[in-house]
């Protein structure tokens, strides 16, 4: 499937939120045989930069509507598809999961290595990579992220899937400077597991007796919120849209040695009456559709 993200023309309405997404990120597109222009980075790629077999153009907006607004900005204390959705433009995993061939990839820990009893994983993170604000991530980050999510009191969501019998993972350091994460009993999936914890910036979550969950919820300033996705949060209008600008400190990069993501700005509408979306749609206001159509859509 060739793309061209310089400027988006109409997308057929059946095609699935998970092709926007890709769309978004550089994920998934086909080779496009024409020459796609450099944009100006501000800052050098990562050391650790981790290379994407896809090639495409920068520019472009996609405008997507959403059946509603999500209710945080905080991916420990997703409930729904929603926030699922506008969490994962600005959140980086340790490991991520390649939906097309069903294996682990790297995340913003380039390699691993599972032990024998599947009772540890052991880590070793990219180095350079920076946090949309552009501090460096360290293993402290790693650490303070699993402190964090298992902090005594805390009520965060995420905490609930990670837990094995009641017991928490812990992530400690290793001699050689690399990261060790030890789960309560062995585990088949536990590398699966890594691909659904964000790496989390302690720089900006350390305030004194604030938990996980009081942190980055719908009326936090867009620039107070800093993560590892393609995206940052350039604006937020309640009930309205979120404008989501490309992180200029992104990790990944195309086949040509082009900075992902390909899109300028990512836009979310919310539309909850479906055929509102449906009109706005066919204005040419949004570039996609919620969900399938109906026959009356049609």
């Not at 059946?14 to 769309?23: D, E, H, N, R, S």
């Amino acid at each position: 499937m060739a793309t061209e993200a310089r400027s988006y023309p109409r997308f057929r309405p059946l095609l699935p939120v998970l092709t926007a997404l890709l769309l978004a990120t550089g994920f998934g597109c086909g080779l496009s045989e024409e020459t796609a222009p450099a944009r100006e980075d501000a800052f050098p790629l990562p050391e650790g930069v981790l290379d994407v077999e896809v090639a495409g153009r920068h520019g472009g907006i996609l405008h997507y509507p959403m059946g509603g607004e999500p209710g945080t900005f905080n991916a420990a204390m997703v409930r729904d598809t929603r926030g699922r959705l506008g969490t994962y433009m600005i959140t980086g995993t340790i490991l991520e999961f390649d939906r097309r061939n069903q294996t682990i990839m790297p995340g913003i820990a380039s390699r691993w290595t599972l032990s024998p009893d599947a009772r540890r994983v052991e880590l070793q993170l990219r180095e350079g990579v920076r946090f949309s604000d552009g501090e460096e991530v360290t293993n402290e980050d790693v650490l303070f992220t699993f402190e964090k999510l298992f902090e005594e009191g805390s009520k965060n969501v995420l905490r609930d899937t990670l837990e094995m019998g009641g017991q928490p993972l812990r992530a400690r350091l290793t001699e050689g400077g690399g990261l060790e994460v030890v789960f309560p009993q062995p585990y088949a999936a536990a590398e699966y597991m890594l691909t659904t914890i964000p790496v989390l910036p302690k720089h900006k979550l350390s305030d004194p007796g604030k938990k996980l969950e009081d942190y980055w919820n719908m009326e936090t300033p867009p620039q107070e919120i800093v993560g590892l996705g393609p995206f940052v949060i350039d604006q937020h209008h309640p009930a309205e849209k979120t404008v989501y600008r490309y992180n200029p400190h992104y990790w990944k990069r195309d086949s040509r040695g082009n900075r992902l993501p390909y899109l300028d700005e990512l836009v979310l509408h919310y539309i909850e009456d479906r055929n509102n979306q449906v009109l706005r749609l066919r204005a040419g206001e949004v570039d996609l559709i919620d969900s399938e159509l109906r026959p009356e859509d049609y």
